[in-house]
């Protein structure tokens, strides 16, 4: 891969879909489907949306340990990348990642409290393309 930000963030930019994956308070291996970043950073930080009621949450905060996965159907290629996520609930942060229409899931708006951030920060990765995969650090 010559340029893995460009090759991966391009990936990632055509993918509405994420899977996140953690550990649940047992030690297992629990993965989520979620809609797609709301904001990246080349491929090292991701912010995304969701509730603070949701054990996906409880799970990470116990342990921050995570992985977010692309996949691009058409081409038969993915992207994991492993590193931690912080839950942010600070209005700045809310505030960042706030979209017109998030009512429809947060009823009283960007102040609800069943609304967070979780800003995951990547630190390696693992890319699959043509039959073979390739490790890389961020």
Known sequence: ?????????????KTNLTIVSYTDYDGFPI???????????????????TNTSSNKVRCLINNSKASIYFVDKRFFRGVSLLGKVEVLE????????WRDGDTMYYHEGVTDSDYCV?????????????????????
Not at 90 to 97: D, L, M, N, V, Y
């Open 90 to 97: 600070t209005p700045e942060a809310k505030e960042r990642i």
């Open 118 to 138: 979780l800003k995951f920060t990547a630190t390696k990765g693992r890319y699959y393309s043509n039959f073979k995969s390739e490790d890389f650090d961020i």
């Open 1 to 13: 891969m010559r340029n893995p930000e460009q090759t991966i963030g391009n990936l990632i930019d």
């Open 31 to 49: 993965s989520k489907a979620m809609l797609a970043p709301r904001e990246r950073e080349g491929i090292k930080t991701f912010w995304f949306s």
